[in-house]
């Protein structure tokens, strides 16, 4: 059964979800996707590839040294949350997926373009791998830290959602609730991961902490622009999904 609506036309625009497909069964129909969902996964996509690239320059925030990628990363938790917030989980898990399947792209993409001999005359070898270089505990940790976290942004903004009102009040507050656990999971996974045992376990404990505090605060200013936002969306596709019947937030089942 498809996700429970709020409207007939919702309804009418849920053609092809019952069977987890995105178009319309006639083939000879053009294909069509709802409103709003394009600029969204494309805005998700762009900040999970660029965002580790900003990472390799650490940057000071008021008292807080922090990587440049927390400019950009929480631009996708944003995103992930209006996803989940007109579309279902369903569709967020399979953006989110699809998300995943790029970021590992990038990665081997990278490490082939690295380890490829350099051409005679390029006298920016060491620039190169220092910017691009990756350390694979580091790369095994984003990934891991990524995934788990937008699975938790998810599932937590469809669950909230079952007997939360669809007012602008109660659209932030699942932003906030699932900002600040998806945020908790990404940077326990990320920090623990990336550098428990190589560092003081104080520096991990500050890290994590420091990384929390700014992903919720991001999430928290971006409010005013991104419930409208949200708003908006809905109006122009015509969807407010509520996963009523969902039993399952398994991340493996996509159906």
Do not use: H
Not at 132 to 139: A, D, F, N, S, T
């Amino acid at each position: 059964a498809a996700s429970s609506c709020w409207c007939p036309r919702a309804r009418r625009r849920l053609w092809g979800w019952r069977s987890g497909k995105l178009f319309p069964s006639d083939p000879e129909s053009p294909p069509r996707l709802p409103a709003g969902l394009l600029p969204l996964v494309a805005l998700l996509v762009t900040a999970q590839l660029v965002g580790p690239i900003l990472g390799s320059k650490l940057v000071r925030v008021g008292p807080l040294v922090l990587d440049g990628a927390l400019v950009l990363f929480p631009i996708s938790y944003i995103c992930g949350d209006a996803i989940t917030e007109v579309y279902g989980y369903r569709l967020a898990s399979r953006v989110i997926w699809i998300t995943f399947g790029c970021q590992v792209l990038v990665v081997l993409a990278t490490a082939l373009v690295e380890v490829l001999p350099a051409a005679p005359g390029w006298q920016d070898q060491d620039a190169d791998a220092r910017i691009l270089g990756m350390v694979p505990r580091l790369v095994v940790a984003g990934l891991v830290a990524n995934l788990a976290g937008e699975f938790v942004n998810a599932m937590v903004v469809s669950w909230l959602k079952r007997g939360d009102g669809r007012g602008a009040g109660a659209m932030a507050r699942r932003f906030l609730a699932s900002t600040a656990s998806a945020q908790a999971i990404n940077s326990l996974l990320f920090y623990s991961i990336g550098f428990a045992g190589t560092v003081p376990a104080s520096t991990v404990l500050a890290g994590i902490w420091g990384s929390w505090l700014f992903k919720l605060g991001y999430e928290a200013l971006a409010l005013p622009i991104s419930v409208p936002w949200v708003q908006q969306i809905k109006r122009r596709s015509g969807l407010d999904v509520v996963d009523r019947d969902l039993v399952s937030y398994s991340p493996i089942r996509l159906s």
